[in-house]
């Protein structure tokens, strides 16, 4: 029986074993009760997530309109009906100013070689380039 007793000291011999193993014990019980606490938090909280419930509800299901309200087709048509007159009659009228104006004149011979050198600009941004040509 002496082979026992040196193995496992009582309590009352060791003081200072018995404040430790009451300290470990009641930290594993709160951590106990803390973990099995969480636990059921994180089983509800994953319960509410696969209920998905809709913060929307639906009323009224949505009804098919009788006749389109906007936009009115019959002024957009009107409009573009004028404006496409009106942009062809200012056409005419230039053109023929245009050619009435005299071939000499300095502000006719400006425009003409303003747009020479528009159309050859946008000509060269147009063109393809060749692997020749970047070397």
Do not use: H, M
């Not at 082979?3 to 404040?19: A, C, E, F, K, N």
């Not at 509800?44 to 906007?70: G, I």
């Not at 007159?85 to 303003?114: F, N, T």
């Amino acid at each position: 029986s002496s082979d026992t007793s040196d193995l496992y000291p009582s309590i009352r011999q060791l003081p200072i074993l018995g404040v430790t193993w009451a300290d470990l014990y009641r930290n594993t019980k709160v951590e106990e009760t803390v973990f099995e606490t969480l636990t059921k938090q994180y089983e509800l909280a994953k319960v509410e997530e696969a209920r998905e419930t809709p913060s929307v509800k639906v009323l009224d299901p949505a009804d098919v309109p009788a006749r389109k309200s906007f936009p009115p087709r019959t002024v957009f048509i009107a409009l573009g009906l004028f404006t496409s007159v009106a942009c062809g009659i200012l056409w005419v009228l230039a053109y023929s100013r245009w050619k009435a104006v005299d071939p000499g004149e300095p502000g006719k011979l400006l425009i003409q070689e303003i747009a020479r050198t528009t159309r050859a600009a946008l000509a060269r941004l147009r063109k393809p380039r060749s692997a020749t040509q970047d070397r």
